[in-house]
Structure formats: structure tokens, C-alpha cells
């Protein structure tokens, strides 16, 4: 099977979600798409070129432009959002799709292509790994936790707790 598997600019889980598509790659193709700050964040925590050695393809926002073709290129039979942030959730939630990430969701749920997200923000209070590797807590604001249950609501999207139901969701 063919995978677009998206990157946001959030590191929430983002060394988990890294491992569990090492494993995903050996059985099934997987292509990424990074977001500017997705990229930032994959360097940041220092994940970027494990990420270049076992994807097919890695495309990067700054080179495809916003209105990406891969979104309707129907080379892909899932796309997976993980980690997704807080404001690429809320555009997907509203329907707004002005980055390359977005105009993926957008356009693989037109098509009633699933889209799997995994967002950043579930939850009162997170606890996550910043990139020197200290654990910190995070507060998620209501506005972020309701956007959460409006994707949950969504047609074509599945909205996902934690990396390890990434391969059960495919």
C-alpha cells in the first residue's frame, strides 16, 4: 500500500510516530511531506535524516508550494497526519486549505481517500519531550480540544490517541 504520511511542526510523540513508520516501511511503501515547520521540528529533534532513510519519497513544502499535486494525484490509498498541530487541525476542522498539508486533507477527503490524524493537542494536559529531551507539560486550550472532536465527526478522517494505532488504523 502506498502511504503520504504528512509531518506538521509539532514534536509531540514525533520520536514514537518515527519508529512506528521504520516498521510501517518495511511492509508497505511511505512517502512524506513535510510542512515548513515540519522539517524544522524533524532537524530540531534530530529525526530528519533517519526520516530521508527509510521513506520512498520526502517532499517538502518550501519546493511543492501550497497546492500540492500529490493531494490529487491518487498515487495514495491513506494519508497520515502525525503529529498534526493545533492550527492544522483547526484549518482542517473549518475546512480551510491553504498549505500543502491541509490541501491534502481537504482534497484526499473529497476523493473519500481516510485520512488518519494524530493531534498534537487531546486531552487537558499533555505531557511531551522537547528537543533537548526534558519533559514538559502542556496545557491544551478548549478552543484546540473542540477542533479534536470536529475532525472526530468528519467524514474520511480518523482521529487517533497515540502512535501505536497508526499501523492498526492503516
Not at 495514495?76 to 498541530?85: G, I, N
Not at 487531546?122 to 491544551?140: D, L, N
Request: proline share 3%; charged share 25%.
Amino acid at each position: 500500500m502506498k502511504i503520504l504520511w504528512c509531518v506538521s511542526g509539532a514534536g509531540h510523540y514525533l520520536e514514537e510516530i518515527v519508529k512506528e513508520f521504520e516498521i510501517i516501511s518495511r511492509e508497505h511503501e511511505v512517502s512524506a511531506v513535510t510542512s515548513l515547520a515540519g522539517e524544522e521540528v524533524l532537524k530540531a529533534y534530530g529525526l530528519f535524516e533517519r526520516v530521508l532513510g527509510f521513506c520512498c519519497e520526502v517532499f517538502f513544502e518550501k519546493n511543492l508550494g501550497y497546492s500540492t499535486p500529490l493531494s490529487g494525484s491518487g498515487k495514495f490509498k491513506v494519508a497520515v497526519v502525525a503529529p498534526a498541530t493545533a492550527n492544522t487541525c483547526a484549518k482542517a476542522a473549518l475546512g480551510i486549505s491553504d498549505s500543502a498539508l491541509t490541501n491534502i486533507i481537504a482534497q484526499f477527503t473529497k476523493r473519500r481517500i481516510n485520512v488518519i490524524i494524530l493531534p498534537s493537542d487531546q486531552g487537558k494536559e499533555v505531557e511531551t519531550k522537547i528537543p533537548s529531551g526534558r519533559k514538559i507539560k502542556v496545557y491544551c486550550r478548549k478552543i484546540d480540544l473542540k477542533n479534536v472532536e470536529k475532525l472526530r465527526k468528519s467524514d474520511y478522517i480518523t482521529v487517533i490517541s497515540n502512535p501505536r494505532q497508526i499501523r492498526k488504523s492503516l
